[in-house]
């Protein structure tokens, strides 16, 4: 095992007493410095000496994106912003982003995370990362960016978009190491491809994606396509950016939480009671040691399932099952729940079609009706019309037998579909209006 810090294999006694030390003191701070969490703790009734145990953190009140949005944009900070050092944002599609600030120590514990999460990854001091996060307000870019040169890797601040020149930066400045979303990463595979570049020949060895929900399966086509290890990174820019978790390339079975600077929970997501490890709900993050931007028992809307199995690479951090999606990403259609990763699963599962789909949803009276537009692989598209008609009835069935809603498959021509440069955009919603 490549292993950045020793906390990572720390016997979980001495990982929880760390955690209660830290939880204490941020519970403290947040109530005598943030009045949000001064006046939700009172009307609660609980004070910051009741924090006994771990377990007490479930006395504490939730923190949503709605108190994110009506405290725009520095009303949660928790130190004057004389001692902030960088803003970030999220990209908010309506109304008004949200804000989140790190002080000096911020940026080097979030460094420190996310060149712990690249030594997961399986990178070390003296790879090159090329780095396809976007940059700006967004924490990918900045995120990564910082989290290589900590690990002592060359990076490239390359950022999303120019696909052309990616692959030729790729070619030339021969990284090790690629960071980009999943949906990007297969649209550079395609481009490769078309440009007659083949990338599982260039020196890169390990990719890590995330920012948006991908399958296993989408890990088994850019780990074919590219020749290289895909690892998932998870984060968010409420309760940090990348690095709140990462899978280690030994298991690539769920991302390690790092619990010396998260406490994690699993909660319903309709109640918001707290479930079992194994059961699958919303996640809750309470940061441990953060200082402008401390969040307590921050509602993420990502639903997954909490594992605290021990990991064949040794490390003692929990582990976090693949999201399956953000809960307000899921589809209700006519009373089914559809995530679009299980619409991804059984798309491909279909050898004839090609990875690039996005959905669609109507509503015609009171009746919802999911499309499902998907490209054709390139044999497909040689083949008869009605060869492509019977391929979309199979996934029509498929889709019905394994999410149990009937849809719409539609088989486009290459490009139909947009392509991805950040987070793909999988869902348009036209019922939203
Ligand atoms: O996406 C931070 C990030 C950057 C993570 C680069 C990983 C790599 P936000 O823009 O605030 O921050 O979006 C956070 O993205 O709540 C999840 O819904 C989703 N997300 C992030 N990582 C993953 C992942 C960044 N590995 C939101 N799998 C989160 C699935 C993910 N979804």
């Known amino acids: 095992m490549i292993l950045h810090n020793r906390v990572e294999t720390l016997p979980r006694e001495d990982l929880e007493a760390l955690q209660l030390k830290r939880l204490k003191a941020t519970v403290e701070r947040c109530y005598h410095t943030v009045g949000f969490y001064h006046d939700a703790m009172d009307d609660l009734g609980v004070k910051p000496h009741h924090i ?14 709605e108190h994110l949005r009506e405290n725009y944009p520095f009303g949660l900070f928790a130190v004057p912003t004389e001692q902030v050092v960088r803003i970030h944002a999220s990209s908010g599609t309506t109304g008004k982003p949200t804000v989140v600030g790190y002080t000096r120590r911020d940026i080097r514990n979030w460094a420190r995370l ?22 700006g307000l967004f924490t990918g870019g900045l995120g990564l960016h910082y989290g290589g040169e900590e690990l002592g890797v060359m990076v490239t601040p390359m950022s999303g978009g120019q696909t052309q020149k990616q692959i030729m930066l790729l070619k030339d400045f021969a990284p090790t190491a ?9 649209n550079l595979a395609e481009a490769a491809e078309e440009m007659g570049v083949d990338i599982r020949k260039l020196p890169l060895r390990v990719g890590i994606h995330g920012a948006e929900p991908w399958t296993e399966e989408m ?23 990348p690095g709140v978790g990462n899978e280690c390339i030994e298991a690539k079975k769920g991302l390690h939480i790092w619990e010396d600077h998260f406490l994690v929970e699993c909660v319903d997501v309709n109640s918001g009671k707290p479930l ?25 809307r990502d639903i997954s399932v909490l594992n605290p199995a021990p990991c064949k690479c040794g490390r003692t951090h929990v582990r976090m099952s693949r999201i399956t999606g953000r809960s307000d990403d899921m589809l209700i259609i006519r009373g089914v729940n559809v995530f679009p990763s299980q619409v991804e699963s059984v798309l491909m599962q279909t050898e004839t079609l090609s990875p690039f789909y996005q959905i669609e949803v109507f509503r015609k009276g009171s009746m ?6 998907v490209e054709a692989s390139p044999p497909l598209m040689e083949q008869p019309q009605e060869h492509r008609d019977k391929v979309a009835a199979k996934v029509v069935r498929d889709i019905k037998d394994f999410i149990g809603v009937s849809c719409q498959v539609v088989i486009k021509d290459v490009n139909e579909v947009p392509r991805s440069e950040g987070k793909a955009v999988r869902v348009i919603d036209h019922r939203k209006g």
């Open 52 to 65: 006994k145990s771990l377990s007490d953190v479930r006395l504490l009140p939730y923190t949503k994106k």
């Open 219 to 241: 890990r088994y086509e850019l780990e074919s396509r590219l020749g290289i290890d895909c690892i998932d990174i998870y984060g968010l820019s409420e309760v940090l950016g």
């Open 178 to 186: 690629i960071s980009c979303t999943p949906s990007y990463a297969l």
């Open 114 to 135: 996310v060149a712990r999460c690249l030594a997961a990854s399986g990178m070390r001091p003296g790879d090159r990362l090329h780095n396809a996060y976007g940059y």
């Open 276 to 300: 079992p490890y194994g059961e699958e709900g919303e996640i809750v993050f309470t940061s441990l040691t953060k200082e402008a931007f401390p969040v307590i028992r921050y509602r993420t």
């Open 368 to 373: 919802d009706t999911m499309v499902v537009n």
